[in-house]
């Protein structure tokens, strides 16, 4: 089994356990929802990101220093300044989308899909919370 479906088995699993919790537990219990899906989700999913990114940038300095150059950050106030690469958070980035090593290709994805997972978490919080009111 791939990281990357045990991450996706991970995030499901806890949004499962938690939409149970919604309708089995009674009003002042049930308002727990959206914490027992936000703790082990959102800020996990966030520094897994900043882990695997921080992974990927260094595999790419060493292996591909060219493309690592183009798309590392040398801007704005930060302790990496010139160690990190920009991923493309929200748009596809055809040269990280087209790498040949494998491993490299790997780290990308897992660092693409990290951060999906924190953004549709953070959504799913809000929807717990108003679901605890209606429900």
Do not use: H
């Amino acid at each position: 089994m791939s990281k990357s479906t045990k991450i996706q088995i991970y995030f499901y699993s806890i949004l499962v356990i938690s939409i149970i919790w919604l309708f089995i537990f009674p009003k002042p219990i049930k308002n727990f929802a959206p914490i027992i899906f936000g703790v082990p989700t959102f800020p996990v999913f966030m520094f897994n990101f900043r882990d695997k990114l921080e992974d990927f940038s260094r595999a790419l300095k060493k292996t591909l220093p060219d493309l690592f150059q183009k798309y590392v950050f040398d801007y704005g106030i930060s302790a990496d300044i010139g160690e990190i690469v920009d991923i493309g958070l929200l748009s596809k980035n055809e040269d990280f989308e087209n790498l040949k090593d494998v491993k490299l290709y790997e780290m990308y994805i897992l660092c693409k899909q990290s951060i999906r997972l924190a953004f549709l978490s953070f959504c799913i919080i809000a929807l717990l919370g108003v679901a605890t009111v209606y429900l």
